[in-house]
């Protein structure tokens, strides 16, 4: 099956596009599609907002569409930043800023209250108006600093995930505590929110489009 994929953020895509394509699907991001419109997000939650693009794009294209809605919810600050993770510092997408407001919103917060956790909202739109949508989460914790690594974007590598993948599908406790940026895409993708997300979304795709 063809499908949009409802984002403009490179490293959102490259993770959906890795993920579909692996289920067998061909993935067009917004700019092979000449796509240029930006729906405003209103929603109050991640699954409002994730449909809110699904079916803006699936519009807009006539494909099935993937939309994305994911942030980060940090216990000590109330489950902020949450939906507004990737304007949280008052710009949208600036993920410098974004980290440093983090860390000086926690920075006298100990060791042992620092659970966070990566949020996922995962949403199919079909042409018919027909959708699917699919959560995922990865508990973890905030980094006192960041742990850059060759793969991450966003709050990456302040979010320290309480386990990571293995090649024979396992997972194993983070006891090195790296960072989401510090994993291999494949390390990743087995614990990640968007990763539980879109294994949801793939298990239940099929009988999805029989109905």
Same mark, same amino acid.
């Given at each position: 099956?063809?499908?949009?994929?409802?984002?403009?953020?490179?490293?959102? $895509?490259?993770? $959906?596009?890795?993920?579909?394509?692996?289920?067998?699907?061909?993935?067009?991001? %917004?700019?092979?599609?000449?796509?240029?419109? @930006?729906?405003?997000?209103?929603?109050?939650?991640?699954?409002?907002?994730?449909?809110?693009?699904?079916?803006?794009?699936?519009?807009?294209?006539?494909?099935?569409?993937?939309?994305? /809605?994911?942030?980060?919810?940090? /216990?000590?600050?109330?489950?902020?930043?949450?939906?507004?993770?990737?304007?949280?510092?008052?710009?949208?997408? /600036?993920?410098?800023?974004?980290? /440093?407001?983090?860390?000086?919103?926690?920075?006298?917060?100990?060791?042992?209250?620092?659970?966070?956790?990566?949020?996922?909202?995962?949403?199919?739109?079909?042409?018919?108006?027909?959708?699917? %949508?699919?959560?995922?989460?990865?508990?973890?914790?905030?980094? #006192?600093?960041?742990?850059?690594?060759?793969?991450? #974007?966003?709050?990456?590598?302040? #979010?320290?995930?309480?386990?990571?993948? $293995?090649? @024979?599908?396992?997972?194993?406790?983070?006891?090195?505590?790296?960072?989401?940026?510090?994993?291999?895409?494949?390390?990743?993708?087995?614990?990640?929110?968007?990763?539980?997300?879109?294994?949801?979304?793939?298990?239940?795709?099929?009988? #999805?489009?029989?109905?």
């Amino acid at each position: 099956m063809e499908i949009c994929a409802a984002t403009n953020n490179a490293g959102k $895509l490259k993770e $959906l596009r890795r993920i579909l394509e692996a289920q067998g699907h061909t993935v067009k991001s %917004l700019k092979e599609l000449g796509v240029t419109i @930006d729906p405003e997000e209103t929603g109050t939650t991640f699954a409002e907002n994730a449909k809110i693009k699904a079916e803006a794009f699936c519009q807009a294209t006539g494909l099935p569409t993937v939309a994305d /809605d994911s942030g980060l919810c940090v /216990d000590a600050l109330q489950g902020a930043p949450g939906v507004y993770s990737a304007r949280y510092c008052g710009r949208h997408g /600036d993920d410098e800023a974004n980290n /440093d407001k983090l860390l000086a919103n926690m920075e006298n917060v100990p060791a042992e209250q620092r659970s966070a956790k990566f949020v996922s909202a995962v949403c199919l739109w079909m042409p018919d108006g027909r959708n699917l %949508l699919c959560m995922g989460e990865c508990p973890g914790s905030i980094a #006192f600093a960041r742990k850059p690594g060759e793969y991450g #974007f966003g709050y990456d590598p302040l #979010f320290i995930p309480a386990n990571y993948g $293995l090649a @024979d599908g396992t997972t194993r406790p983070n006891t090195e505590q790296r960072s989401y940026s510090q994993l291999t895409p494949d390390e990743k993708d087995a614990i990640s929110h968007r990763g539980h997300a879109m294994e949801k979304l793939g298990q239940q795709l099929a009988a #999805f489009l029989e109905k």
